[in-house]
Protein backbone atom coordinates (compact mmCIF):
# COMPACT_ATOMS: atom_id res chain seq x y z
CA UNK A 1 0.00 0.00 0.00
CA UNK A 2 2.89 2.21 0.71
CA UNK A 3 4.29 1.86 -3.02
CA UNK A 4 1.00 2.46 -4.13
CA UNK A 5 0.15 5.36 -2.03
CA UNK A 6 3.64 7.08 -3.19
CA UNK A 7 3.29 6.68 -6.33
CA UNK A 8 -0.32 7.90 -6.24
CA UNK A 9 0.69 10.77 -4.54
CA UNK A 10 3.89 11.17 -7.32
CA UNK A 11 1.33 10.77 -10.00
CA UNK A 12 -1.04 13.64 -8.61
CA UNK A 13 1.70 16.24 -8.05
CA UNK A 14 2.84 14.97 -11.74
CA UNK A 15 -0.69 15.71 -12.70
CA UNK A 16 -0.51 19.07 -10.81
CA UNK A 17 2.50 20.43 -12.09
CA UNK A 18 1.56 19.45 -16.38
CA UNK A 19 -1.72 20.76 -16.11
CA UNK A 20 -0.07 24.76 -14.73
CA UNK A 21 2.39 24.16 -17.43
CA UNK A 22 0.08 23.85 -19.91
CA UNK A 23 -1.37 26.51 -18.66
CA UNK A 24 1.00 28.61 -19.14
CA UNK A 25 2.52 27.48 -22.64
CA UNK A 26 -1.97 28.36 -23.53
CA UNK A 27 -2.27 31.71 -21.47
CA UNK A 28 1.52 32.52 -22.98
CA UNK A 29 1.30 31.54 -26.49
CA UNK A 30 2.40 28.40 -28.28
CA UNK A 31 5.49 30.42 -29.09
CA UNK A 32 6.21 30.69 -25.62
CA UNK A 33 9.22 28.80 -25.21
CA UNK A 34 10.99 29.90 -28.47
CA UNK A 35 11.17 33.67 -27.78
CA UNK A 36 13.91 35.10 -29.20
CA UNK A 37 16.37 36.46 -27.61
CA UNK A 38 16.58 40.06 -26.90
CA UNK A 39 20.29 40.92 -25.55
CA UNK A 40 23.78 40.50 -27.42
CA UNK A 41 26.96 40.62 -26.51
CA UNK A 42 29.99 41.95 -28.80
CA UNK A 43 33.25 40.96 -28.03
CA UNK A 44 35.97 43.76 -29.13
CA UNK A 45 40.06 43.82 -28.84
CA UNK A 46 40.61 47.08 -27.84
CA UNK A 47 38.44 48.77 -25.66
CA UNK A 48 38.18 53.09 -26.58
CA UNK A 49 39.67 55.38 -24.78
CA UNK A 50 36.27 57.48 -24.64
CA UNK A 51 33.01 57.00 -26.13
CA UNK A 52 33.11 60.94 -28.16
CA UNK A 53 33.80 60.32 -31.72
CA UNK A 54 34.17 63.76 -32.11
CA UNK A 55 37.11 64.66 -29.67
CA UNK A 56 39.34 61.72 -30.28
CA UNK A 57 40.69 59.64 -33.22
CA UNK A 58 40.66 55.40 -32.09
CA UNK A 59 38.58 54.03 -34.49
CA UNK A 60 37.30 51.65 -31.24
CA UNK A 61 35.00 54.73 -30.31
CA UNK A 62 32.90 54.35 -32.94
CA UNK A 63 32.86 50.64 -33.06
CA UNK A 64 30.87 51.22 -30.38
CA UNK A 65 29.13 54.29 -29.66
CA UNK A 66 28.65 54.81 -34.04
CA UNK A 67 24.64 54.45 -35.32
CA UNK A 68 24.08 52.73 -31.97
CA UNK A 69 24.71 56.36 -29.34
CA UNK A 70 25.03 59.10 -32.28
CA UNK A 71 23.81 59.60 -35.83
CA UNK A 72 24.97 62.37 -38.20
CA UNK A 73 22.80 64.30 -40.69
CA UNK A 74 24.08 61.96 -43.62
CA UNK A 75 25.13 58.06 -42.51
CA UNK A 76 27.09 55.39 -44.50
CA UNK A 77 25.45 52.09 -44.89
CA UNK A 78 26.75 48.65 -45.10
CA UNK A 79 27.50 49.25 -49.10
CA UNK A 80 29.81 52.17 -48.02
CA UNK A 81 26.69 54.65 -49.73
CA UNK A 82 26.05 57.96 -48.32
CA UNK A 83 22.45 57.75 -47.03
CA UNK A 84 19.87 60.52 -45.32
CA UNK A 85 20.09 60.69 -41.70
CA UNK A 86 19.34 63.32 -39.37
CA UNK A 87 18.94 65.34 -42.74
CA UNK A 88 16.16 63.89 -44.39
CA UNK A 89 17.62 65.69 -48.04
CA UNK A 90 19.73 68.52 -49.45
CA UNK A 91 20.02 70.89 -52.25
CA UNK A 92 23.69 71.99 -53.48
CA UNK A 93 23.68 75.01 -55.37
CA UNK A 94 25.57 74.79 -59.06
CA UNK A 95 28.86 75.79 -58.12
CA UNK A 96 28.98 73.50 -54.95
CA UNK A 97 29.71 75.96 -52.87
CA UNK A 98 25.89 76.06 -50.70
CA UNK A 99 24.71 72.98 -49.42
CA UNK A 100 20.56 73.37 -47.86
CA UNK A 101 19.76 70.56 -45.96
CA UNK A 102 15.96 69.88 -44.73
CA UNK A 103 16.38 68.35 -40.84
CA UNK A 104 14.21 65.77 -39.75
CA UNK A 105 11.40 67.07 -37.61
CA UNK A 106 10.69 65.26 -34.44
CA UNK A 107 13.81 63.97 -33.28
CA UNK A 108 15.29 64.11 -29.57
CA UNK A 109 18.40 63.27 -28.10
CA UNK A 110 18.70 60.62 -25.11
CA UNK A 111 17.97 63.70 -22.79
CA UNK A 112 15.23 65.00 -24.11
CA UNK A 113 16.55 67.82 -26.13
CA UNK A 114 14.99 68.57 -29.21
CA UNK A 115 17.55 68.21 -32.22
CA UNK A 116 16.96 71.30 -34.75
CA UNK A 117 19.15 73.30 -37.10
CA UNK A 118 20.47 75.39 -33.72
CA UNK A 119 22.07 72.14 -32.63
CA UNK A 120 23.09 70.88 -35.94
CA UNK A 121 24.92 74.15 -35.90
CA UNK A 122 26.45 73.81 -32.98
CA UNK A 123 27.41 70.47 -33.37
CA UNK A 124 29.65 71.91 -36.76
CA UNK A 125 30.86 74.80 -35.45
CA UNK A 126 32.24 72.71 -32.50
CA UNK A 127 33.66 70.30 -34.87
CA UNK A 128 35.89 72.93 -36.98
CA UNK A 129 36.39 75.64 -34.55
CA UNK A 130 39.59 77.23 -33.31
CA UNK A 131 39.83 74.84 -30.54
CA UNK A 132 38.41 72.03 -31.78
CA UNK A 133 39.93 68.41 -30.92
CA UNK A 134 38.12 66.99 -33.63
CA UNK A 135 40.19 64.33 -35.43
CA UNK A 136 38.91 64.89 -38.27
CA UNK A 137 39.01 68.77 -38.24
CA UNK A 138 40.22 68.95 -41.77
CA UNK A 139 36.63 67.63 -43.33
CA UNK A 140 35.17 71.38 -41.98
CA UNK A 141 37.62 73.27 -43.20
CA UNK A 142 36.15 73.83 -46.24
CA UNK A 143 32.90 75.45 -44.41
CA UNK A 144 32.71 79.59 -44.39
CA UNK A 145 29.21 79.99 -42.81
CA UNK A 146 26.97 77.54 -41.07
CA UNK A 147 23.37 79.60 -41.10
CA UNK A 148 19.95 78.35 -39.75
CA UNK A 149 16.55 80.04 -41.84
CA UNK A 150 14.41 78.13 -39.21
CA UNK A 151 14.34 74.97 -37.06
CA UNK A 152 13.97 72.64 -40.09
CA UNK A 153 16.83 74.32 -42.55
CA UNK A 154 20.45 74.08 -42.08
CA UNK A 155 22.55 76.02 -45.04
CA UNK A 156 26.51 75.50 -45.09
CA UNK A 157 28.51 78.08 -47.21
CA UNK A 158 31.93 76.73 -48.20
CA UNK A 159 35.27 78.58 -49.43
CA UNK A 160 35.33 76.31 -52.56
CA UNK A 161 33.69 73.12 -53.55
CA UNK A 162 33.75 69.99 -51.20
CA UNK A 163 33.35 66.94 -53.56
CA UNK A 164 33.08 64.68 -50.21
CA UNK A 165 31.24 66.82 -47.77
CA UNK A 166 28.56 64.48 -47.91
CA UNK A 167 30.20 61.20 -46.98
CA UNK A 168 32.55 62.69 -44.98
CA UNK A 169 29.11 63.86 -42.78
CA UNK A 170 28.41 60.24 -42.36
CA UNK A 171 31.45 60.10 -40.14
CA UNK A 172 31.58 59.04 -36.80
CA UNK A 173 33.59 62.69 -36.37
CA UNK A 174 30.79 64.41 -37.59
CA UNK A 175 27.98 63.20 -35.62
CA UNK A 176 25.23 65.23 -34.15
CA UNK A 177 26.32 66.27 -29.73
CA UNK A 178 23.75 69.07 -28.17
CA UNK A 179 25.77 71.66 -25.94
CA UNK A 180 23.93 70.63 -22.91
CA UNK A 181 25.81 67.34 -22.72
CA UNK A 182 28.58 67.59 -24.99
CA UNK A 183 31.36 68.39 -22.26
CA UNK A 184 30.20 65.13 -21.05
CA UNK A 185 29.92 62.83 -24.04
CA UNK A 186 32.95 61.17 -23.51
CA UNK A 187 31.66 59.23 -20.59
CA UNK A 188 28.02 59.34 -20.51
CA UNK A 189 27.53 59.95 -24.28
CA UNK A 190 23.91 61.43 -25.47
CA UNK A 191 23.09 61.32 -29.07
CA UNK A 192 20.05 60.30 -31.11
CA UNK A 193 20.26 56.82 -31.83
CA UNK A 194 18.62 53.42 -31.17
CA UNK A 195 20.57 52.91 -28.31
CA UNK A 196 20.86 54.48 -24.88
CA UNK A 197 24.39 54.46 -22.95
CA UNK A 198 23.60 52.70 -19.56
CA UNK A 199 27.11 52.14 -17.93
CA UNK A 200 30.90 51.96 -18.58
CA UNK A 201 33.06 49.10 -16.47
CA UNK A 202 36.26 50.23 -17.50
CA UNK A 203 38.36 47.49 -18.48
CA UNK A 204 35.48 45.14 -19.05
CA UNK A 205 32.20 46.12 -20.93
CA UNK A 206 29.97 48.68 -22.32
CA UNK A 207 26.01 48.67 -21.52
CA UNK A 208 23.55 49.84 -24.15
CA UNK A 209 19.97 49.98 -23.71
CA UNK A 210 17.19 50.18 -26.30
CA UNK A 211 16.00 53.72 -27.17
CA UNK A 212 11.97 53.60 -26.84
CA UNK A 213 11.80 56.87 -28.48
CA UNK A 214 14.02 56.38 -30.99
CA UNK A 215 12.76 58.95 -34.15
CA UNK A 216 12.97 56.50 -36.70
CA UNK A 217 9.87 53.91 -37.20
CA UNK A 218 10.75 52.68 -40.37
CA UNK A 219 13.45 50.71 -38.18
CA UNK A 220 12.23 47.72 -35.99
CA UNK A 221 14.91 47.88 -33.62
CA UNK A 222 14.71 43.93 -31.91
CA UNK A 223 17.67 44.24 -29.54
CA UNK A 224 16.40 45.41 -25.93
CA UNK A 225 20.15 45.80 -24.22
CA UNK A 226 23.90 45.22 -25.67
CA UNK A 227 26.90 44.66 -24.03
CA UNK A 228 30.53 45.55 -25.54
CA UNK A 229 33.13 43.41 -23.76
CA UNK A 230 36.79 43.99 -24.32
CA UNK A 231 38.49 40.85 -24.37
CA UNK A 232 42.58 41.77 -25.90
CA UNK A 233 43.78 38.10 -25.68
CA UNK A 234 43.21 35.99 -29.14
CA UNK A 235 42.86 32.99 -27.01
CA UNK A 236 40.28 33.98 -24.67
CA UNK A 237 38.19 35.64 -27.43
CA UNK A 238 37.96 32.15 -29.23
CA UNK A 239 37.22 30.47 -25.27
CA UNK A 240 34.63 32.91 -24.72
CA UNK A 241 32.88 32.44 -27.94
CA UNK A 242 32.88 28.63 -27.75
CA UNK A 243 31.66 29.30 -24.06
CA UNK A 244 28.92 31.49 -25.24
CA UNK A 245 30.50 34.13 -22.96
CA UNK A 246 30.29 36.75 -26.02
CA UNK A 247 28.03 35.57 -28.84
CA UNK A 248 29.82 37.83 -31.74
CA UNK A 249 33.56 38.86 -32.32
CA UNK A 250 32.84 40.56 -35.75
CA UNK A 251 36.58 41.57 -35.55
CA UNK A 252 38.02 38.46 -34.48
CA UNK A 253 41.52 38.98 -33.35
CA UNK A 254 43.56 35.46 -33.78
CA UNK A 255 43.47 34.21 -37.95
CA UNK A 256 45.72 31.36 -36.75
CA UNK A 257 42.57 30.37 -34.36
CA UNK A 258 40.03 30.30 -37.45
CA UNK A 259 40.34 27.03 -38.45
CA UNK A 260 39.81 25.52 -34.53
CA UNK A 261 35.78 26.56 -35.23
CA UNK A 262 35.53 24.42 -38.47
CA UNK A 263 32.71 21.71 -38.17
CA UNK A 264 31.35 23.81 -34.86
CA UNK A 265 27.40 24.74 -35.81
CA UNK A 266 27.18 27.30 -33.38
CA UNK A 267 29.21 29.64 -34.45
CA UNK A 268 29.44 31.06 -38.41
CA UNK A 269 32.68 32.11 -39.52
CA UNK A 270 32.06 35.16 -41.73
CA UNK A 271 35.22 36.75 -43.56
CA UNK A 272 34.83 40.18 -45.20
CA UNK A 273 36.02 43.13 -46.89
CA UNK A 274 37.50 46.29 -44.50
CA UNK A 275 39.41 49.33 -45.04
CA UNK A 276 42.43 48.10 -42.60
CA UNK A 277 45.62 48.87 -44.46
CA UNK A 278 48.51 47.44 -42.88
CA UNK A 279 51.37 50.15 -43.41
CA UNK A 280 54.77 50.35 -41.78
CA UNK A 281 54.95 54.26 -41.80
CA UNK A 282 58.63 55.98 -41.85
CA UNK A 283 59.70 59.63 -40.11
CA UNK A 284 60.08 60.89 -44.04
CA UNK A 285 62.11 63.98 -41.59
CA UNK A 286 64.49 61.95 -39.93
CA UNK A 287 68.04 60.23 -41.46
CA UNK A 288 67.91 57.64 -43.14
CA UNK A 289 64.34 57.80 -44.39
CA UNK A 290 64.31 61.56 -45.49
CA UNK A 291 66.47 59.54 -48.40
CA UNK A 292 63.58 58.22 -51.05
CA UNK A 293 65.93 55.49 -52.44
CA UNK A 294 66.50 54.30 -48.59
CA UNK A 295 62.57 53.88 -48.65
CA UNK A 296 62.60 52.30 -51.98
CA UNK A 297 65.20 49.90 -50.67
CA UNK A 298 63.35 48.68 -47.78
CA UNK A 299 60.25 48.73 -50.16
CA UNK A 300 61.85 46.01 -51.92
CA UNK A 301 63.10 44.41 -49.55
CA UNK A 302 59.60 43.01 -48.33
CA UNK A 303 58.01 40.48 -49.87
CA UNK A 304 54.06 41.18 -49.03
CA UNK A 305 52.96 37.20 -49.63
CA UNK A 306 54.94 36.15 -46.71
CA UNK A 307 54.25 38.96 -44.73
CA UNK A 308 50.25 38.24 -44.73
CA UNK A 309 50.95 34.67 -44.62
CA UNK A 310 52.94 34.96 -41.31
CA UNK A 311 51.41 37.63 -39.31
CA UNK A 312 47.57 36.83 -40.47
CA UNK A 313 47.69 33.40 -41.58
CA UNK A 314 47.32 34.47 -45.15
CA UNK A 315 44.09 36.09 -44.72
CA UNK A 316 44.82 39.41 -46.42
CA UNK A 317 45.08 41.27 -49.68
CA UNK A 318 48.73 42.76 -51.21
CA UNK A 319 49.12 46.16 -51.43
CA UNK A 320 51.21 48.76 -53.43
CA UNK A 321 49.86 52.15 -51.93
CA UNK A 322 47.58 53.05 -49.10
CA UNK A 323 44.47 52.59 -51.09
CA UNK A 324 42.34 49.23 -50.91
CA UNK A 325 40.32 46.92 -54.25
CA UNK A 326 37.33 48.28 -52.47
CA UNK A 327 37.60 52.15 -52.91
CA UNK A 328 36.78 53.99 -56.44
CA UNK A 329 39.66 54.25 -58.71
CA UNK A 330 42.08 51.58 -57.07
CA UNK A 331 44.94 50.49 -58.91
CA UNK A 332 47.23 47.26 -58.08
CA UNK A 333 50.63 48.91 -57.37
CA UNK A 334 52.02 46.10 -55.86
CA UNK A 335 54.60 45.90 -58.69
CA UNK A 336 56.26 49.20 -58.78
CA UNK A 337 59.10 47.46 -56.00
CA UNK A 338 58.26 44.23 -55.68
CA UNK A 339 60.29 41.95 -53.75
CA UNK A 340 64.23 41.56 -55.00
CA UNK A 341 66.40 41.63 -52.10
CA UNK A 342 69.67 42.20 -54.31
CA UNK A 343 67.97 45.24 -55.80
CA UNK A 344 67.37 46.26 -52.43
CA UNK A 345 71.10 45.78 -51.38
CA UNK A 346 72.61 47.56 -54.40
CA UNK A 347 70.11 50.60 -54.37
CA UNK A 348 70.97 51.14 -50.27
CA UNK A 349 74.84 51.39 -51.62
CA UNK A 350 73.94 54.06 -53.99
CA UNK A 351 72.15 55.99 -51.25
CA UNK A 352 75.55 55.75 -49.34
CA UNK A 353 74.24 52.77 -47.04
CA UNK A 354 76.64 49.92 -48.37
CA UNK A 355 76.94 48.10 -45.04
CA UNK A 356 72.92 49.15 -43.84
CA UNK A 357 72.29 50.59 -41.05
CA UNK A 358 70.35 50.29 -37.53
CA UNK A 359 66.73 51.54 -36.54
CA UNK A 360 63.68 51.31 -34.15
CA UNK A 361 60.39 50.37 -34.65
CA UNK A 362 57.77 51.22 -32.12
CA UNK A 363 55.26 48.47 -32.83
CA UNK A 364 51.95 48.60 -30.64
CA UNK A 365 51.18 44.84 -29.28
CA UNK A 366 48.56 44.58 -31.70
CA UNK A 367 49.21 40.54 -32.96
CA UNK A 368 49.18 41.93 -36.87
CA UNK A 369 52.05 44.35 -35.77
CA UNK A 370 53.91 42.56 -33.55
CA UNK A 371 54.05 39.77 -36.12
CA UNK A 372 54.41 41.79 -39.30
CA UNK A 373 57.23 43.56 -37.42
CA UNK A 374 59.30 40.37 -36.35
CA UNK A 375 58.57 39.11 -40.43
CA UNK A 376 59.76 42.90 -41.27
CA UNK A 377 63.35 42.20 -39.07
CA UNK A 378 64.22 39.49 -40.33
CA UNK A 379 63.72 40.98 -43.91
CA UNK A 380 65.79 43.44 -43.37
CA UNK A 381 68.45 41.49 -41.99
CA UNK A 382 68.78 39.73 -45.28
CA UNK A 383 69.99 43.36 -46.75
CA UNK A 384 71.99 44.12 -43.55
CA UNK A 385 69.15 46.45 -42.22
CA UNK A 386 68.96 46.17 -38.04
CA UNK A 387 65.78 46.77 -36.92
CA UNK A 388 65.63 47.05 -33.24
CA UNK A 389 61.33 46.38 -32.07
CA UNK A 390 59.91 47.71 -29.42
CA UNK A 391 56.60 47.71 -27.78
CA UNK A 392 54.90 50.79 -27.80
CA UNK A 393 51.65 50.52 -25.77
CA UNK A 394 48.24 51.39 -27.89
CA UNK A 395 46.35 53.86 -28.31
CA UNK A 396 47.75 56.14 -24.86
CA UNK A 397 51.53 55.77 -25.58
CA UNK A 398 51.24 55.51 -29.23
CA UNK A 399 49.37 58.38 -29.57
CA UNK A 400 51.62 60.56 -27.53
CA UNK A 401 55.43 59.54 -28.83
CA UNK A 402 54.14 58.80 -32.87
CA UNK A 403 51.17 60.45 -33.32
CA UNK A 404 51.78 63.82 -31.59
CA UNK A 405 55.29 63.82 -31.09
CA UNK A 406 56.30 62.04 -34.50
CA UNK A 407 59.57 60.72 -31.97
CA UNK A 408 59.89 57.40 -33.80
CA UNK A 409 61.71 56.34 -36.95
CA UNK A 410 59.55 53.17 -38.13
CA UNK A 411 56.09 52.44 -36.62
CA UNK A 412 53.36 49.98 -37.74
CA UNK A 413 49.73 50.59 -37.65
CA UNK A 414 46.66 49.63 -39.16
CA UNK A 415 44.53 52.66 -40.81
CA UNK A 416 40.95 52.33 -40.53
CA UNK A 417 39.45 55.11 -42.52
CA UNK A 418 38.74 54.37 -45.93
CA UNK A 419 39.63 56.83 -48.86
CA UNK A 420 42.08 58.47 -46.22
CA UNK A 421 44.86 58.49 -48.65
CA UNK A 422 44.92 62.50 -48.01
CA UNK A 423 46.38 61.85 -44.39
CA UNK A 424 49.86 62.14 -46.90
CA UNK A 425 49.20 65.97 -47.37
CA UNK A 426 48.34 66.19 -44.05
CA UNK A 427 50.45 68.87 -42.04
CA UNK A 428 51.79 68.38 -39.52
CA UNK A 429 50.80 64.45 -39.88
CA UNK A 430 53.63 61.64 -37.95
CA UNK A 431 54.86 60.38 -41.59
CA UNK A 432 56.15 63.99 -42.15
CA UNK A 433 55.84 63.31 -46.13
CA UNK A 434 56.22 66.49 -48.50
CA UNK A 435 55.29 66.63 -51.85
CA UNK A 436 53.16 69.56 -53.07
CA UNK A 437 52.41 67.90 -56.65
CA UNK A 438 50.62 64.98 -54.37
CA UNK A 439 48.62 67.52 -52.53
CA UNK A 440 47.82 69.21 -55.72
CA UNK A 441 46.56 66.09 -56.92
CA UNK A 442 44.42 65.56 -53.81
CA UNK A 443 42.62 69.68 -53.83
CA UNK A 444 42.09 68.62 -57.55
CA UNK A 445 39.67 65.86 -56.11
CA UNK A 446 37.32 67.98 -54.00
CA UNK A 447 37.23 70.74 -56.16
CA UNK A 448 35.63 68.41 -58.96
CA UNK A 449 31.83 66.31 -58.80
CA UNK A 450 32.73 64.61 -61.47
CA UNK A 451 33.13 60.80 -60.20
CA UNK A 452 35.41 59.51 -63.54
CA UNK A 453 37.69 62.63 -63.09
CA UNK A 454 37.80 61.78 -59.11
CA UNK A 455 38.62 58.56 -60.00
CA UNK A 456 41.39 59.10 -62.01
CA UNK A 457 43.10 61.75 -59.71
CA UNK A 458 42.82 59.13 -56.95
CA UNK A 459 45.23 56.62 -59.69
CA UNK A 460 47.18 59.72 -59.90
CA UNK A 461 47.49 60.22 -56.20
CA UNK A 462 48.40 56.15 -55.58
CA UNK A 463 50.93 56.34 -57.71
CA UNK A 464 52.78 58.88 -56.65
CA UNK A 465 52.41 56.97 -53.15
CA UNK A 466 53.54 53.76 -54.26
CA UNK A 467 57.22 55.76 -56.42
CA UNK A 468 57.76 57.76 -53.26
CA UNK A 469 56.97 54.76 -50.68
CA UNK A 470 56.53 57.48 -47.63
CA UNK A 471 55.29 53.99 -45.73
CA UNK A 472 55.59 50.48 -46.85
CA UNK A 473 52.63 49.65 -48.33
CA UNK A 474 51.84 45.88 -46.91
CA UNK A 475 48.41 44.59 -47.10
CA UNK A 476 44.84 44.79 -46.54
CA UNK A 477 42.99 43.10 -43.29
CA UNK A 478 39.96 41.17 -43.67
CA UNK A 479 37.16 41.09 -41.49
CA UNK A 480 37.00 37.94 -39.75
CA UNK A 481 33.80 37.69 -38.04
CA UNK A 482 32.77 34.58 -35.97
CA UNK A 483 29.58 34.55 -34.43
CA UNK A 484 26.55 32.52 -33.08
CA UNK A 485 24.73 31.03 -36.04
CA UNK A 486 21.48 32.15 -34.87
CA UNK A 487 22.74 35.98 -35.10
CA UNK A 488 21.66 38.00 -37.84
CA UNK A 489 22.06 41.94 -39.19
CA UNK A 490 25.87 42.59 -38.20
CA UNK A 491 27.64 43.99 -41.07
CA UNK A 492 29.68 41.58 -42.88
CA UNK A 493 31.85 43.63 -44.78
CA UNK A 494 33.13 46.91 -43.03
CA UNK A 495 33.45 50.10 -45.61
CA UNK A 496 33.38 51.88 -42.20
CA UNK A 497 34.66 50.70 -39.14
CA UNK A 498 31.65 49.80 -36.88
CA UNK A 499 29.46 47.67 -35.05
CA UNK A 500 25.79 49.30 -35.95
CA UNK A 501 23.37 47.35 -33.88
CA UNK A 502 20.02 48.78 -35.51
CA UNK A 503 18.71 45.79 -37.64
CA UNK A 504 20.79 42.80 -35.42
CA UNK A 505 18.11 40.00 -34.50
CA UNK A 506 18.43 36.42 -33.25
CA UNK A 507 16.86 33.99 -35.45
CA UNK A 508 14.10 32.22 -33.66
Do not use: C
Not at 134 to 160: C, G, H, M, W
Amino acid sequence: MKTVAGWGVFSRRSVIAASVALGLAASMGSGAFAAAKTSVTIGMTIEPIGLDPTIAAPVAIGQVSWQNIFEGLTTVDSAGKVQPQLAESWEISSDGKTYTFKLRQGVTFHNGVAFDSSVAKFAIDRARGADSVNPQKRYFASIETVETPDAATLVLKLKQPAGSLLYWLGWPASVMVEPKSAADNKTTPVGTGPFKFVSWQKGSKVDLAKNTDYWNKSVSVKLETAVFRFIADPQAQAAALKAGDVDAFPEFGAPELVSSFEGDTKLATVIGNTELKVVAGMNNSRKPFDDKKVRQALMMAVDRATVVEGAWSGYGTPIGSHYTPNDRGFKDLTGVYPYDAEKAKALLSEAGYPNGFSFTMKAPQMAYAQRSSQILQAMFAEIGVTMNIETTEFPAKWVSDVLKAGDYDMTIVAHAEPMDIDIYARDPYYFHYKNPAFNEILAKVEATADPAEQDKLYGEAQTILAEDVPALFLFVMPKLGIWDAKLKGLWENEPIPSNVLTEVFWEE
